[in-house]
Structures are given as C-alpha cells and as structure tokens.
C-alpha cells in the first residue's frame, strides 16, 4: 500500500470532512514555532551545552530531557521563559487560526509551552477555549466548547511544566481521555511533530484504525522515521505521509488551497479594524 499523500490529497480530506461536518484535530510541536524564534529539542540542547557545560556534561544522554533533567526546576522554567516571551507570531500560527476560525480544524494539541495559536487566534478576533493540560487534568468532553486549544506538557507561566522523562511519562496515561475525544469522528492533521522518546506519541501508535485519516507531515524532503514507519504507515490503519515544507510554508499552501488566506488584517485592513 502507498502511504504517501500530497497536499491535495489533504485539502480534498479536509474539505469533504467539513462538508459531513467532521472536524480536524492538530497535533504540532516545536517545529511549528521554530521560526517563531523558540528553539527546537535539539536547539535547547545546544543551548544547555554553552550557557550549563557541567549539567550537559553529567546528562547520561545528551538529549532534550536528559539534560533538562540536571538544570534546576527554576533553570529550566527560565531557559524555556527568555526564548517563549521573545517569540513572535509566525505565519504558520496565523493559518492554524484561519483555519480554525474558517473551521476546517477545531481542535489544537501542542506539546509547545507557549501560546503563539492563541495569540493568533485572538489578532482574528477568535477565542478559543485554552486547557493547560500539565496543571489540570480534570476532563469532561461535554464540557469543551467548539473550538478548543491544549497544551499538553503546559504553558510557560503555567505551575507545571514538563521536562524530563519521568515528569512526561507519569502524565502520559493522563492523557489517553483528551486523545480518545480529539480522535472522535475527526481528521487528524501531525506537523512539526517528532513523536521521538514522546508518551504522547505512543497514544497515536494505539490507535487501531484512523476512520478520517491521520496525515504525518515530514520536514522538508526529510523520510519518515523508524517509529513513524513502524507504528503509523501501516496496512489497514488509513495513516499517511506528507513532505516537502517546512510549517509555515505548509500551513500558507494548505490555507491558499483552501480559499481562506490571506487574513483580512492583511487584505482587507479596514474591514478587519471595523470587526474589532
């Protein structure tokens, strides 16, 4: 079986899910906001390299939770802090935000710590229900509104913020009713995503059958990896692969294909002050 998909291909998915009044749910990580100006894993282990060599040094792994591990908690909430609040919306925000604004996508999980989709939904007038999900695991799905946005390893001024291997996996099995309610009857659309030494990803991989597709979107002409190709693209589970963009360019393309870009602040700026 083919497992690879193009852009249209999505388009297509997402524009007959909201004709049958299905919805989509998102699921990015730091690549999205790569160009935002916050680093990715590895880029925050560089970072640990030079500004804490002797806790880089004593990481068993030199990965993103092993060294985060040997900061001090006040550390880590600081390093994380000085990137998230210098950080600027960036295109693929603004698109995620048109898209759920135009309801093509209701529901948004981000392993992110930052809130750059609200930030985006809230320049186009759009509020969506916020859930820190780190400090929080109180879950009712009757009770979350349309439109909803959850960062499931928490915010950056939230009390909870998840770092290291154990702080994720304890809060893993936490997660599977949040999982378990996005997946309902909905699309899923996965970019800027890694899954790598992830809990979060393991609720993908236990997922039987996506009824509605699952699209992985790769970076650039980057193969999917191992774990992808092993737990997802698979016979019969209807998950497949997307490459060839970084975020923004994907999220720009895809809302163009679907008639709901540019934003008016853009093209129409007086149509666009006069709604605020």
Same mark, same amino acid.
């Given at each position: 079986? +083919? ?23 998102? @699921? *990015? ?11 990715? =894993? ?11 060599? $002797? ?21 880590? $909430?600081d ?9 600027? *919306? ?22 992110n710590?930052? @809130?750059?989709?609200? $930030?985006?939904?809230? @320049?186009?007038?759009?509020? !969506?229900?916020?859930?820190?999900? =780190? ?20 915010? $950056? ?23 378990? +309610? ?48 092993s +737990? ?6 209807? =998950? ?8 923004? +360019? ?12 540019? !934003?008016?602040? =853009? ?10």
């Amino acid at each position: 079986m +083919d497992f690879r998909r193009n852009i249209d291909d999505i388009v297509e998915t997402l524009k007959k899910a909201k004709d049958r009044e299905r919805g989509c749910t998102l @699921l *990015i990580g730091a690549g999205c906001s790569f160009k935002a100006g916050i680093p990715t =894993a590895n880029g925050f282990v560089e970072i640990i390299k030079k500004e804490y060599p $002797r806790a880089y040094e004593r990481a068993e792994e030199k990965t993103y939770a092993k060294c985060m591990y040997e900061l001090a908690v006040a550390e880590r $909430r600081d390093l994380i802090a000085k990137y998230v609040d210098m950080a600027k *919306i960036n295109w693929a925000h603004i698109c995620i935000a048109l898209l759920m604004k135009t309801g093509f996508i209701d529901r948004v999980l981000t392993t992110n710590f930052d @809130l750059l989709v609200v $930030r985006a939904c809230a @320049l186009l007038g759009l509020f !969506p229900a916020n859930y820190d999900f =780190a400090a929080s695991q109180l879950f009712n799905p009757p009770d979350v509104p349309e439109r909803a946005v959850f960062n499931l390893h928490g915010q $950056r001024t939230g009390f909870v913020l998840l770092n290291t291997d154990r702080e994720v996996q304890k809060h893993s099995d936490l997660l599977a009713p949040v999982f378990s +309610d996005a997946g309902m009857g909905r699309v899923w659309l996965v970019i800027g995503y890694s899954g790598e030494n992830d809990p979060v990803f393991n609720h993908l991989a236990k997922v039987q059958r996506f009824d509605n597709n699952l699209y992985w979107v790769g970076y650039q002409d980057n193969e999917p990896s191992e774990h992808v190709q092993s +737990d997802l693209l698979v016979e019969g589970k209807y =998950a497949f692969f997307t490459n060839g963009f970084n975020a923004d +360019d994907f999220f720009v393309k895809l809302s163009q294909k679907l008639n709901c870009f540019p !934003p008016d602040f =853009a093209d129409k700026p007086f149509t666009y002050l006069d709604n605020l």
